[in-house]
């Protein structure tokens, strides 16, 4: 089973920054795509980005492209997602994902390990 962790999240002003991060407890997570998804209260869970196993070809979601990137650290195993150019509307809580596969995808049935999520709260 693939344990994840989310963390970096906060309280920042529009127009800031935040880097999450994602670590996972078990390797067996280094072969698999990886993506962020985050919920904000009363709506379903919105897909960001992903990545592939590889860390590459990334996937964003139209809302964060040009402003959020993902990367991973696979020696590592950590997960980050850099966010820029923050917006009240990115407030949401931020899961990360393990993904069935090899390639990410924005598919949330495409991903079958979860962590807790990491609140992030943009005010104006």
């Known amino acids: 089973q693939v344990q994840l962790v989310e963390s970096g999240g906060g309280l920042v002003q529009a127009g800031g920054s935040l880097r999450l991060s994602c670590t996972s407890a078990r390797r067996t997570s280094s072969n698999n795509g990886m993506g962020w998804f985050r919920q904000a209260p009363g709506k379903e869970r919105e897909f960001v980005a992903s990545?592939?196993?590889?860390?590459?070809?990334?996937i964003y979601g139209e809302s964060v492209k040009g402003r959020f990137a993902i990367s991973r650290d696979r020696t590592k195993n950590i997960l980050y997602l850099q966010m820029n150019s923050l917006q009240p509307e990115d407030t949401a809580v931020y899961f990360c994902?393990?993904?069935?596969?090899?390639?990410?995808?924005?598919?949330?049935?495409?991903?079958?390990?979860w962590g807790q999520g990491t609140q992030v709260t943009v005010s104006t």
């Open positions: 990545i592939s196993w590889s860390g590459g070809n990334a």
């Open positions: 994902a393990a993904a069935r596969g090899a390639l990410g995808t924005s598919d949330i049935n495409g991903y079958n390990y």
